[in-house]
């Protein structure tokens, strides 16, 4: 069968979308890729379809349990034989799993970062055939990526440990030029085919207000929404728990999610969501990483995001369908220090050593400040991020809240009317 072909019998997708088809034709060919393609686009297509065509099993190293479950689920309920190796599973779950990956009965394999290098699964793959490495998020690779993971550092020598080099493929949603070269150069990508499909989803509307009671500001939105689905993403834990209490007081069907709740409870307030029982989802960024839900009409973030990279990402799980939607920042100066805290106080691995986490820290205040630039702006908001990326964007895009007319003289005088009170 053809790549389309087994895209229409197990995925039920007709065509493919921009840049898909280029990164399987590599990944059939032999040939190392990197793909940066914004969230919505269809990234693990783009290592599912090839992973089915391809003699021998696929590993797809994954950051996040939740995201392992999602898609293992998604590609079973479609036909394909599919697991996840990670600590959710019990001892018993574990040899039953790599057992039947050892008689050869899964085209993908989802693993952890973390378990790369343990004596069972690397016997495994040495043993066994790989028709390919898939790194997912690969920007965790990377130092100056938006969401370091040590572990990820784990890859190159987990490569180098096979007995066969299988092609190796690394997929992120935001990178900018540098984290793009730290993936090639950390991950050893032989002369990979390197994608970008661009940034800008011109279906999203970007909006950034700074009211002075955010709760009221909300509300006045959600009350003429109130049939659609929507995500308000807040820094901390107790600011979910405080503004969902709170919604549901107000009359709103939502929703909580955070690192903070029990297994249980998480998972089924996310399958709610996903199946439309509860219309808002209030979380952290711990939610969304792999969830496709398609009709979500706006996204709103209740506190400025750390970095751009965050809030792109977060942003961009409004509109999956291509219809037109909302991506609202509501911004206070308090939020800043709130983010600085959160730097400081970052769990981050043991044994990153003290420098590392000193350059990590800088690196972290220099992109909240270009956050804080991005909430200040009064210049297109969609071509701020573009550029921020790398992309050169039309100084107007009409589609934001600093291309109005109306907002954009607002903006102005909001702006001039702060000098003047500073002044005073």
């Known amino acids: ?117 343990s004596q069972g699964f690397l016997h495994l793959a040495q043993s066994g055939e790989l028709s390919m490495l898939a790194v997912d998020e690969a920007h965790c690779i990377s130092q100056w990526g938006h969401d370091f993971r040590p572990s990820y550092s784990r890859i190159p020598d987990f490569i180098a440990k096979l007995n066969k080099r299988p092609v190796v493929a690394a997929f992120t949603a935001t990178a900018t030029t540098a984290v793009r070269e730290d993936i090639i150069r ?58 969902c209490m709170r919604l549901n007081h107000s009359g709103f069907n939502a929703s909580r999610y955070h690192a903070g709740l029990h297994d249980d409870l998480r998972r089924g307030n996310q399958d709610d969501f996903l199946h439309d029982s509860t219309r808002l989802m209030v979380a952290t960024n711990a939610f969304g990483m792999g969830i496709n839900k398609p009709n979500v009409s706006f996204v709103i973030h209740y506190n400025m995001p750390m970095n751009l990279e965050n809030y792109y990402q977060e942003a961009g799980r409004a509109g999956r369908d291509g219809r037109s939607a909302d991506c609202v920042l509501l911004y206070d100066d308090r939020d800043v220090q709130t983010n600085l805290w959160l730097i400081k106080n970052a769990d981050r691995a043991e044994e990153i050593d003290m420098e590392t986490k000193e350059k990590c820290m800088a ?20 071509g701020h991020i573009l550029k921020y990326f790398g992309e050169k964007p039309p100084k107007y895009c009409g589609n934001c809240s600093n291309c109005g007319t109306d907002l954009v003289n607002f903006s102005i005088i909001d702006f001039v009317k702060r000098v003047i009170t500073r002044i005073r």
């Open 1 to 117: 069968m053809s790549a389309h072909e087994y895209l229409k019998q197990y995925f039920g997708y007709d065509t493919f979308r921009s840049g898909q088809e280029t990164m399987i034709n590599a990944i059939l060919s032999g040939e190392d890729v990197l793909g940066v393609m914004p969230t919505g686009a269809g990234k693990s297509l783009c290592f599912q379809v090839p992973a089915l065509m391809m003699s021998g099993v696929a590993i797809i190293v994954s950051p996040l349990i939740s995201l392992m479950k999602d898609q293992v689920n998604a590609l079973t309920r479609s036909g394909v034989a599919a697991a996840f190796i990670n600590s959710s599973l019990t001892d018993r779950q574990m040899q039953k799993v790599m057992q039947n990956a050892g008689n050869g009965e899964y085209k993908l394999i989802y693993v952890a970062p973390e378990r790369l290098l």
């Open 186 to 243: 950390l991950l050893g990508l032989i002369k990979p085919t390197t994608l970008t499909t661009g940034f800008d989803r011109q279906n999203l509307r970007f909006e950034v207000q700074r009211p002075k009671y955010k709760f009221s500001v909300l509300k006045d939105y959600l009350d003429g929404k109130r049939e659609l689905c929507g995500i308000i993403y807040c820094s901390t834990r107790n600011a979910v728990e405080d503004v």
């Open 363 to 382: 690196r972290d205040r220099s992109r909240l400040q270009e956050m804080r630039y991005y909430c200040s702006t009064t210049d297109c908001l969609r």
